[in-house]
């Protein structure tokens, strides 16, 4: 376990559902990311939180809203999705933002999204 | 551009035999990292070794190892007595240190240890 949680593990829903994807982190770290995993495409981050403010929105559109209430806790608010957002969507954490030996990234174990 | 680039979309490799899983690289910034990530079937992404870009030796860590050769601008993971837990998705990836809360990941390759 890396210590970085996700809930749900699955998740399928109609493009008109709404639903919500949660991270919890218990690490101690400042620095919280959403990244998007789909079929045969590199991994892309969507999101970065640090502090809790939002510093990085990869263009990600509108019916991804992501919040982050605390430094431990991140979630993706989803609404009117299409099936090409369906991906392994996987959330991360590291110490600090910026570069050094010890800021590598941890990661949950994602949340396999489907949309119908 | 690709900044980074995973060759070998699947690799083959007997227990107990050292692999090697290639990766290169583009950038423009003098301080970087680079990564190595093992993803196994089950999603997550677990971090394997860091190298960064003034360190004067290759980084080891247990039967990883990374060939660091930065003039050429590779980074290959190397890892030594396969084992069948190994099967897995091996992601190469950057940070640059003037972007640096960005982390961008090559297209994997995916190992396959035989018994």
């Known amino acids: 376990e890396t210590g970085v949680t996700q809930t749900p593990r699955h998740l399928v829903m109609g493009m008109t559902n709404k639903k919500s994807l949660k991270c919890e982190q218990h690490l101690g770290h400042n620095a919280m990311y959403w990244y998007k995993q789909s079929a045969k495409k590199p991994l892309e981050l969507m999101f970065v939180y640090n502090f809790k403010e939002q510093t990085e929105n990869n263009s990600v559109p509108s019916r991804f809203s992501p919040e982050c209430p605390n430094s431990s806790h991140l979630f993706l608010h989803l609404h009117t999705l299409q099936p090409e957002d369906s991906a392994l969507y996987l959330c991360?954490?590291?110490?600090?933002?910026?570069?050094?030996?010890?800021?590598?990234?941890?990661f949950g174990p994602g949340t396999r999204l489907t949309v119908l | 551009a690709q900044k980074i680039t995973q060759t070998q979309p699947g690799m083959f490799v007997q227990e107990k035999e050292a692999v090697t899983l290639d990766c290169t690289y583009d950038?423009?910034?003098?301080?970087?990292?680079l990564f190595w990530y093992k993803q196994p079937s089950s999603g997550e992404m677990i971090f394997l070794i860091y190298q960064g870009s003034y360190d004067q030796q290759n980084a080891t860590e247990g039967r990883y190892s990374l060939n660091f050769q930065k003039a050429r601008k590779s980074a290959n993971l190397v890892i030594s007595a396969s084992q069948l837990g190994d099967s897995a998705m091996y992601f190469c990836?950057?940070?640059?240190?003037?972007?640096?809360?960005?982390?961008?990941f090559g297209a994997g390759t995916r190992l396959f240890v035989k018994a």
């Open positions: 991360a954490s590291s110490q600090e933002l910026y570069l050094s030996p010890s800021n590598e990234q941890f």
């Open positions: 990836a950057m940070r640059e240190n003037t972007g640096g809360f960005k982390t961008i």
């Open positions: 950038t423009s910034d003098p301080s970087y990292g």
